[in-house]
């Protein structure tokens, strides 16, 4: 049984409170986008804003923020979604209800040239269900959260994305049409898209898009540990900030004798094993320094580091044990595995906020990523650090913490009519889903 100190308990308040503000600081209150990073010329990513408002959820049953600021926050979010404009133009907000992976922060209209993002999308509507579930109240203002949130959903047109095949696009682009790439080809976060297309009440998808899907999942001995293989810790984490995964099993699951939930929590004891058997030899790993994911990170660079040439990276996603590794560790990434294994996560935060109490920082929060063999003049001792906080990392560690502590994500999630639709169309039964109607 996992040892949960005091201490750890006020150690995980401060850490969520001060993530938190993320979503409080970063934000347009005019129209409720919220930033990518924390760089003074971000635009919005709309995966950031669904994780927003589900944070603004934890704010609210914790006290962070008032019951009205966090309806009024969502409810601008929500209002200013559903106006904005959809269609083929370059430089609209979206089109068949999904919308640009990135917004301007002022005027919602697609930033750069990016695409219109299938995943982002589907995190941001996991953000939606979730206020819809849990603003319950007949007053005036939580009936409109419902029927806005519901109306956004509806609108998603999840058959498009299949663009004519089985399985769901990346996006799709107004210059060029859809992209080359399906989620289709190995294990990552999807399952909250293809949870959300299946249990779709307008646009829903046919179930072999999902089997053909899982059919391309490998199984891995690695370290001891045998799993559902994928390299980033983020991939593990992404769809159970919403979904509870324990006690429920696909068709894949049943096979191999594992659910998502278990998975999770192998993949994250196979990052800190990683960390020890230390590999490449970078100085820092340890049982207590761990966590490679899809994070910010030094590069692009090739420096000498004692005599050997090493290539570092920006951001870009890195996983055990085939890397990329470049020696750069995501903090944020550790406690999004709190509820998989809090024994291995609890000492490993301890650890973490000693070393932020040596530098006066602990009143920040964790960094992004960090990163000593890649030294900065003038901070040698340090190495390189971050200079931006990401939404991507600071929405998980809210929603994770919380999940550990009282599971609401998760319970609000439960009881979301959709969700459990797509769940049970993707052929997931048992636990909580058979007890549920």
């Not at 806005?148 to 994305?161: F, G, H, P, S, T």
Request: net charge negative; proline share 5%.
């Amino acid at each position: 049984m996992t040892e949960y100190l005091d201490s750890d308990r006020e150690m995980l308040e401060n850490l969520q409170a001060k993530t938190f503000n993320y979503f409080l600081k970063y934000l347009n209150p005019a129209n409720g986008l919220i930033a990518d990073k924390s760089s003074p010329d971000s635009h919005s990513s709309i995966a950031a804003v669904g994780l927003g408002i589900s944070s603004y959820v934890v704010g609210i049953e914790r006290n962070l923020i008032s019951r009205e600021e966090g309806i009024n926050k969502i409810l601008t979010i929500l209002n200013f979604f559903l106006a904005g404009h959809q269609g083929p133009e370059v430089d609209a907000m979206g089109y068949k209800g999904f919308y640009y992976h990135f917004l301007q922060m002022d005027t919602g209209k697609r930033a750069w040239e990016c695409e219109l993002s299938t995943i982002d999308t589907a995190i941001f509507i996991a953000g939606v269900l979730t206020a819809a579930v849990y603003f319950k109240g007949e007053n005036k203002l939580e009936k409109e959260i419902r029927t806005l949130a519901e109306n956004l959903y509806r609108r998603v047109d999840w058959q498009w994305a299949l663009n004519g095949g089985s399985m769901i696009c990346h996006g799709w682009k107004p210059e060029s049409g859809f992209l080359n790439n399906y989620w289709g080809d190995g294990y990552c976060e999807a399952i909250i898209l293809y949870v959300l297309a299946l249990g779709s009440p307008t646009f829903p998808i046919d179930p072999k898009g999902y089997q053909n899907w899982t059919s391309t999942f490998k199984w891995v001995d690695i370290l001891g540990y045998g799993y559902i293989h994928a390299g980033p810790l983020f991939i593990h984490q992404m769809s159970h900030l919403w979904v509870d995964f324990q006690g429920i099993q696909d068709e894949l699951n049943r096979k191999y004798k594992i659910d998502y939930f278990e998975n999770s929590r192998r993949a994250t004891h196979i990052q800190q094993q990683y960390a020890i058997k230390n590999p490449l030899n970078f100085k820092h790993y340890g049982e207590n320094n761990w966590g490679f994911t899809a994070s910010d990170g030094p590069g692009p660079a090739v420096l000498k580091i004692d005599g050997v040439e090493k290539i570092f990276y920006d951001y870009v996603a890195r996983g055990v044990p085939y890397g990329p590794d470049d020696g750069t560790i995501s903090p944020w990434a550790v406690v999004a595995s709190l509820p998989f294994a809090p024994d291995i996560v609890l000492s490993t935060l301890r650890h973490a906020v000693n070393r932020l109490k040596e530098n006066n920082a602990v009143n920040e929060g964790f960094d992004a990523s960090f990163n000593p063999v890649f030294k900065i003049p003038g901070k040698e001792e340090y190495g390189w650090v971050s200079p931006w906080k990401f939404g991507l990392n600071e929405g998980p560690m809210v929603i994770m913490i919380e999940n550990f502590r009282s599971q609401l994500i998760w319970n609000i999630i439960k009881q979301s009519i959709f969700i459990k639709k797509g769940l049970r169309k993707a052929g997931f039964t048992g636990g909580w889903l058979n007890q549920e109607s």
